[in-house]
């Protein structure tokens, strides 16, 4: 995720609908990967992140599961 780690982007800027792009982008990488079964590919978010993945989950249907723990909000 930009922002996050040694990734590229502004460190600390950390904006949900950015992390879904990046979410999608990596789906876009694993589907084009011949050890990985495209139609398989799941996301799992915990805390923040369970809401880039369910939100990733709910606008792409190449998502085939979505895990989410610890998250916030109803």
Not at 9 to 31: M, N, P, S, W, Y
Not at 34 to 56: C, E, L
Request: charged share 20%.
């Amino acid at each position: 995720m930009r922002g996050c780690g040694d990734s590229e982007g502004q460190r600390g800027k950390v904006i949900c609908l950015e992390q879904v792009e990046d979410t999608q982008a990596t789906i876009d990488f694993l589907q084009a990967r011949s050890d990985v079964i495209p139609t398989q590919i799941g996301v799992m978010g915990h805390n923040f992140g369970v809401a880039v993945a369910i939100y990733t989950a709910g606008i792409d249907q190449r998502v085939a599961a979505c895990i989410s723990t610890g998250g916030w909000g109803d």
